[in-house]
């Protein structure tokens, strides 16, 4: 059986906190859960402002309800993500079967490249957005933090991904190193078979007679 496999040993480790938090994933995606906390905390709070076009309050990029719903839904969902997978990385060391690992590295990666391409268009909308907006009660500096902090988080996601990807490479080196068959020597002498000598330690039965006194006679002695 592998000692390891896809960064970490199988024999079911026990969970150290201290080299937990230091790890470049684990920051990773403590940064990527502020950064989404950021984007949609915002956006709640103050990405809806009162115009004159109406009594109803409209979203602070260009009166576009869609961006700032956009905006909210990709941060709640990462926010959510950023919990999930810190958990499962917390109790990684502890799983035992490398099946169950590569399942984990693998939704992992789908996961991250699938909501780096979701930041990057999500930056792009409210980059886009915001330059064509010009009501003047649009607080200014609240939308700033929002397109920056897209940009981040498409950034730290990205970063996830390049993780995500080396621990399933490293995984599946490991496995095929250890997994490898032996290669079979064809010059090697055939073992000598079990009965073609004398077994060791064999002794001669006390009750034999030799063969070549077998047919003569032998007078009693009185």
Known sequence: MQSSAYGAPLAGGAFD???FVKKPQTILRCLSWLFAIVVFATITAEGYVNTSAGPEARCMF????SACSYGVGIGVLAFLACVAFLVLDAHFPQISNAKERRYIIV????FSAAWTFLWFICFCVLANQWSWTTDAAVPADA???VVAFSFFS???WGLLVYS???????????LDQQYTDPGIDHNAPYPPAP???EPAGYQQSPFS???ENSGEYQPPVY
């Open 62 to 65: 260009n009166h576009k309800d």
């Open 143 to 145: 939308a700033r933090a």
């Open 209 to 211: 007679q030799n063969p």
């Open 164 to 174: 995500a990807y080396m621990r399933y490479r490293q995984g599946v080196t490991d």
């Open 17 to 19: 906190f201290g080299s």
């Open 107 to 110: 939704a992992d990666l789908g």
């Open 195 to 197: 009965y073609a000598s």
């Open 154 to 156: 498409f950034l730290s």
